[in-house]
């Protein structure tokens, strides 16, 4: 079993910067991968990034790379996202997620494939 607990959200202005953290504990050692979704109000929960546990390949949204930064510490067991230039539009739960299995390059985007996620931490960005 594994656990994580978001931090760092909370109320920011358009253009800010945000660091969001992620502590995971329990088995992290058969860990895969670690990654942060977000769910607006009334929209699905998606993808924003996703860190390969032992070697620390990144993946991020298409649409959305080069203002989020996804960085982990393994000796803190801690995954970091940093979010820049915040738009009204990124207002949402951010949440990050851990997974066992071994995921294919393009599996990392999909929720069905993380077995464990925190509770999540609100950010909202005012214009």
């Known amino acids: 079993q594994v656990q994580l607990v978001e931090s760092g959200g909370g109320l920011v202005q358009a253009g800010d910067s945000l660091r969001l953290s992620c502590v995971v504990s329990?088995?992290?050692?058969?860990?895969?991968?670690v990654g942060w979704f977000r769910q607006a109000p009334g929209k699905e929960r998606e993808f924003v990034a996703a860190i390969s546990w032992s070697v620390g390949r990144r993946y991020y949204v298409d649409s959305e790379k080069g203002r989020f930064t996804i960085s982990r510490d393994n000796a803190k067991n801690t995954v970091a996202l940093l979010a820049d230039s915040l738009k009204p539009e990124d207002t949402a739960v951010y949440y990050c997620?851990?997974?066992?299995?071994?995921?294919?390059?393009?599996?990392?985007?999909?929720?069905?494939?993380?077995?464990?996620w925190g509770q999540g931490t609100q950010v909202t960005v005012s214009s």
């Open positions: 329990g088995r992290t050692f058969s860990i895969s991968a």
């Open positions: 997620a851990a997974t066992y299995g071994v995921l294919r390059d393009d599996n990392y985007y999909y929720t069905r494939k993380y077995e464990y």
